[in-house]
């Protein structure tokens, strides 16, 4: 069974930055053909995605509100996915979430404004909290 295990998360104040990573489990051979991302929800509102990656080409997407300021990277060795967050805002506050889709066509713009749960695996969430 695939098991995503996030961490990094924390309080920061505003123009701080934050590293999140995202490691799937067990199945190794299945990093390079998944879409892999990071939703954020914000009290109130619905998950939305904000970045996503597909690992086999380190093609990369990025939200509006994010892009210029929140950079994916990833570690094939250890099938992990980094997302650093840098110039942190108070709107920036939620619940993070990690996710992977193993039957993403590698479209990731596509797969991050499509994609909901419950298709794919998602991690337990890790909260952000920027203070003004």
């Known amino acids: 069974q695939v098991e995503l295990v996030e961490s990094g998360g924390g309080s920061v104040q505003a123009g701080g930055s934050l590293r999140l990573s995202c490691t799937i489990s067990p199945m190794r051979y299945t990093f390079d053909w998944v879409c892999m991302g990071w939703f954020r929800q914000i009290p109130g509102k619905e998950r939305a995605g904000i970045a996503g990656?597909?690992?086999?080409?380190?093609?990369?997407y990025y939200d509006d509100s994010v892009k210029g300021r929140f950079t994916l990277s990833q570690d094939n060795a250890e099938s992990t996915v980094y997302l650093q967050m840098n110039d942190l805002r108070s709107d920036d506050t939620g619940i993070y979430y990690c996710?992977?889709?193993?039957?993403?066509?590698?479209?990731?713009?596509?797969?991050?404004?499509?994609?909901?749960?419950?298709?794919?695996?998602w991690g337990q969430g890790t909260q952000v909290t920027v203070s003004s």
């Open positions: 996710t992977a889709d193993p039957k993403c066509s590698g479209n990731v713009r596509e797969w991050l404004l499509l994609h909901r749960i419950p298709h794919g695996h």
């Open positions: 990656i597909y690992p086999h080409n380190g093609m990369t």
